[in-house]
């Protein structure tokens, strides 16, 4: 299957930690992405990680992949207003790997 | 120095038009790529082109047809414009096929009237 899901809505205070969920259904998929959406604008490459890594970390953001249960998750920390966006997850296909699927996004709100 | 630039940004048209949406990228990229986001913020892939040539095409009415005059450009032709091809329609670019980071343009918000 292609599914690749996140929950829709995340909402935090300015200073805490963000961590965003996402469950993908294809085992051997190879990479795996963050993309950020902000109002109106087109997506941004936040991050990526390789199946073959269990974590990787990028100043604020900390990509975890449990490989077993299929989820990947991104850890913002000391959230910022700026980072108030849409956040997608992305597979790479094995076989196609030009292919991305898609999560469904999730809306990150960040209040003061 | 925009790395992938799309023109129109706005796109409002009459239902059964035919109209374009150009992509640029000055990335040095060879592989160029079409997705739709619908208003539920999905995201799917329509097209992709390596060196000019098709390589995915995915599930779309042949109403959609992407030209790549050169490996900078990936245009995409909708003729007979529905209702249901209102969504987000955003370019990409990678450098080469495989698992290489694609770059996305701002999008071109298309509504059909």
């Known amino acids: 299957g292609e599914d690749v899901e996140q929950s829709l809505f995340l909402s935090v205070r300015e200073g805490d930690s963000s961590v965003i969920n996402c469950t993908y259904t294809?085992?051997?998929?190879?990479?795996l992405y963050w993309y950020k959406q902000e109002p109106g604008a087109g997506l941004q490459l936040l991050t990526y990680?390789?199946?073959?890594?269990d974590m990787k970390q990028d100043q604020r953001l900390t990509v975890l992949l449990n490989k077993k249960d299929k989820h990947l998750s991104l850890r913002i920390a000391d959230t910022q207003t700026g980072d108030s966006a849409i956040y997608f997850c992305?597979?790479?296909?094995?076989?196609?790997?030009?292919?991305?699927?898609f999560g469904t996004g999730t809306r990150l709100q960040v209040f003061p | 120095d925009t790395a992938v630039s799309q023109t129109p940004k706005y796109l409002v048209t009459q239902m059964g038009n035919d109209k374009s949406i150009k992509c640029e990228q000055n990335?040095?990229?060879?592989?160029m790529y079409w997705y739709k986001q619908d208003s539920k913020k999905f995201l799917k892939i329509m097209f992709s082109y390596n060196n000019k040539e098709l390589i995915i095409n995915e599930t779309v009415p042949n109403r959609f047809s992407p030209k790549s005059p050169d490996k900078a450009h990936l245009n995409l032709h909708i003729n007979s414009l529905e209702l249901g091809d209102s969504a987000v329609y955003f370019c990409?670019?990678?450098?080469?096929?495989?698992?290489?980071?694609?770059?996305f343009g701002p999008g071109t918000r298309l509504t059909v009237l």
């Open positions: 990335l040095g990229h060879d592989t």
């Open positions: 990409a670019s990678s450098k080469g096929t495989g698992a290489d980071t694609q770059y």
């Open positions: 990680i390789f199946s073959n890594m």
């Open positions: 294809d085992s051997s998929s190879t990479y």
């Open positions: 992305a597979e790479s296909q094995p076989l196609n790997t030009d292919k991305l699927i």
